[in-house]
C-alpha cells in the first residue's frame, strides 16, 4: 500500500495563502498522476487540481483556477499545492490522491487522510 501523509494545514484569513504537501512512499511514484480533493462539513469531495506524470500537464477546478498551483518533485516523492488568495468557501480537508488524472475521485487508487485549511473572513 502506498502512504500518502498531507502536511502545511492551518487557520488563515481572507486574502492569506498557504501551501500544501503530500509525501508519498514507494520508488512508483512517478508513475502515477497526483491529484487535490477537498470535502467541507456536509458537502461532497470535490476536485480541486491534478498534475501528470511528468509535471508538465495540470488542470484545475473553476473555482481555484487562477488562485491555486498544483506541483510535484519526484525526486522527493512529494506534491504540492499552493494555495493564494484564499476564501472563507475555500475551508475544507484537503486530500491528495495518487492515480491515472481525471477529475473523478473513482480515477484514485490512494488517498491520504486529510489536512485542514480554515479561512476567516
Known amino acids: 500500500q502506498v502512504q500518502l501523509v498531507e502536511s502545511g494545514g492551518g487557520l488563515v484569513q481572507a486574502g492569506g495563502s498557504l501551501r500544501l504537501s503530500c509525501a508519498a512512499s514507494g520508488r512508483t511514484f512517478a508513475n502515477y498522476a497526483m491529484g487535490w480533493f477537498r470535502q467541507a462539513p456536509t458537502k461532497e469531495r470535490e476536485f480541486v487540481a491534478a498534475?501528470?506524470?511528468?509535471?508538465?500537464?495540470?488542470n484545475y477546478a473553476d473555482s481555484v483556477k487562477g488562485r491555486f498551483t498544483i506541483s510535484r518533485d519526484n525526486a522527493k516523492n512529494t506534491v504540492y499545492l499552493q494555495m493564494n488568495t484564499l476564501k472563507p468557501e475555500d475551508t475544507a480537508s484537503y486530500y491528495c490522491?495518487?492515480?491515472?488524472?481525471?477529475?473523478?475521485?473513482?480515477?484514485?487508487?490512494?488517498w491520504g487522510q486529510g489536512t485542514q485549511v480554515t479561512v476567516s473572513s
Open positions: 498534475v501528470s506524470r511528468s509535471g508538465l500537464y495540470t
Open positions: 490522491a495518487l492515480g491515472h488524472a481525471g477529475s473523478i475521485s473513482q480515477q484514485y487508487d490512494y
